[in-house]
């Protein structure tokens, strides 16, 4: 475990911010992308206390800004929601993410039509996620 | 965990009597031109009053339907308040009645608010039958409804679960006369359909069977109408229901590549849907197979009987398959030879095709996704009808 980072810590997302602005796939992907996001984390079921609200500033292919915030920190284009289950089984490719939001696993939420003409970045979003070691704070 | 959706199928020589039974007050067919000319409105309506139904008709729907009819339909639709509304037609009207149905529930909506992610609640004032009346689309078993923004030359996939039809009424005397260019254009649909629904990255045990099903009857019996038009309707009655088989299973896996790039193209140069994903198809499989992830075209060969030693001999055996019934079937095997524009008209629209392409989402669903470059590079080939090298 000493070589993974926790998911849903400030370590984790900033890994993340790395490896977006490392990834020319995403950068190419997400060119034309202008929006930000809420990853919401829920505790119930997992080991957190509480539930983690991961922030992702995204432009143009670029990760600006990226940490742990306060729920009422920001007011981000999208929020995407669900437990650390569900999470983990689409950045261990057990799950298409896709799907995860069909089914209803991982909750969605934001301008719809501007998410559905933009499924290649958020491909390549989830691919980098992919590349981080992460422990996962399993109940 | 995933899910695998069917409206109730009625198939067969006089399915369309299925309609007598129906129970309810008002229903509104959502259809075009072409089907009141041909009496297949007036058809149904004798059904409908048979089950002692009234009905109003929307017969407006143009190829490829554009959001402003959608709109349009929707707010009859309103205004007749049915309790059963009919698509009857190509996958145009189905589509359309489908996007009308999400309106006519949800008012406040607009067409591109539409997604797979949210509930839409339907089903509180009307309910779905879906009659098609070519055979290719599948869009009688699918929840998902193609549109078009004629203002940005951008096709809408609008779509969510709740969106499945209730009833697909499959009768085989409806695309008894359809012209035959037609029914090569909706066949290729039908076979990009299978193809991708068997090879796109949601394939499932539940839709493998429908897919290869499908597959088998298109390379059988299209060939067969094409040759023998009317006179053979045990050809006919396959190809539609082979149409509902790979809506069935694409509908309940995904599309994939060649769809992205088939919008992208049928939306500025206005080829017909099932010509443009058919032209794609086999360069979809080419490039497809050449990337990491190991793919199940081979699967689809050995089922066929086509040499598949490796999966790269029943990738390869698949696309030129693909490609010879094509030629059998007088669809086109490049762009240039499907287009009425210019090498120099191409080009200019290159960049907006790549564009359109990237932003369908459709372009994940396959084992491979093309970088920017390299799709731009399947358009060219495509234009060419070159075979995919790379």
Known sequence: MSDTIAFGTEAWIKQLQVELNNSEAYAEAARNWEGDIYFIIKAAGSALSEDVYMYLDLWHGECRQAGIANPADFSPEFTIAGKVKSFKDVIDKKTDPMKAMITGKLKLKGNMAKMMRNVKAANQLVLCCTCIPTNFPLE | ?390
């Open chain 2, 1 to 390: 965990m995933w899910y695998f959706r069917s409206p109730q199928m009625v198939f067969g020589e006089a399915a369309l009597e299925h309609l007598d039974t129906l129970a309810g007050k008002r229903a509104f067919i959502v259809t075009d031109r072409t089907m009141v000319d041909l009496g297949f409105v007036n058809i149904i309506a004798d059904h409908l009053q048979q089950a002692g139904l009234r009905h109003a008709v929307f017969s407006r729907v143009e190829p490829e339907p554009s959001l402003q009819t959608v709109y349009a339909g929707a707010t009859e639709l309103a205004a007749y308040a049915p309790d059963w509304i009919i698509g009857l037609g190509g996958g145009s009207a189905i589509d359309a009645a489908k996007a009308m149905w999400v309106l006519y529930e949800n008012p406040d909506l607009s067409l591109e608010e539409i997604n797979p992610f949210e509930p839409l609640n339907l089903r509180r004032k009307a309910r779905l039958i879906a009659i098609p009346t070519t055979s290719g689309t599948g869009s009688e078993a699918t929840w998902g409804a193609v549109l078009t923004d004629t203002g940005e030359q951008r096709k809408i996939a609008a779509g969510g679960p709740e969106m499945l039809p209730d009833i697909a009424i499959v009768d085989p005397s409806l695309p008894a006369k359809m012209p035959l260019r037609l029914t090569a254009d909706t066949g290729m649909d039908v076979l990009t359909h299978a193809v991708e629904g068997y090879t796109a990255t949601f394939h499932n045990d539940f839709t493998d069977g429908l897919c290869l099903k499908a597959i088998d009857l298109v390379f059988e019996y299209l060939p067969r109408v094409i040759k023998n038009g009317t006179a053979d309707m045990e050809a006919r009655e396959k190809m539609h229901n082979a149409a509902t088989l790979a809506g069935l299973g694409f509908g309940n896996s995904m599309a994939a590549l060649a769809h992205s790039l088939g919008h992208s193209l049928g939306a500025i140069f206005h080829v017909p849907h099932g010509r443009a994903v058919g032209l794609f198809l086999p360069c979809t499989i080419e490039f497809i197979r050449r990337g990491e992830t190991p793919t199940r075209f081979y699967q689809i060969s050995r089922f066929l009987g086509l040499p598949a030693a490796t999966p790269a001999e029943g990738a390869e055996s698949l696309a030129q398959a693909v490609k010879e019934l094509s030629v059998a079937v007088g669809q086109p095997t490049s762009i240039k030879n499907a287009l009425n524009a210019s090498q120099t008209d191409f080009e200019a629209a290159l960049d907006t095709l790549v564009d359109r392409a990237e932003a369908d989402s459709l372009i994940t669903m396959g084992a491979r996704i093309p970088t920017t470059a390299e799709t731009y590079r399947l358009f060219r080939y495509a234009y060419e009808g070159k075979a995919i090298d790379f």
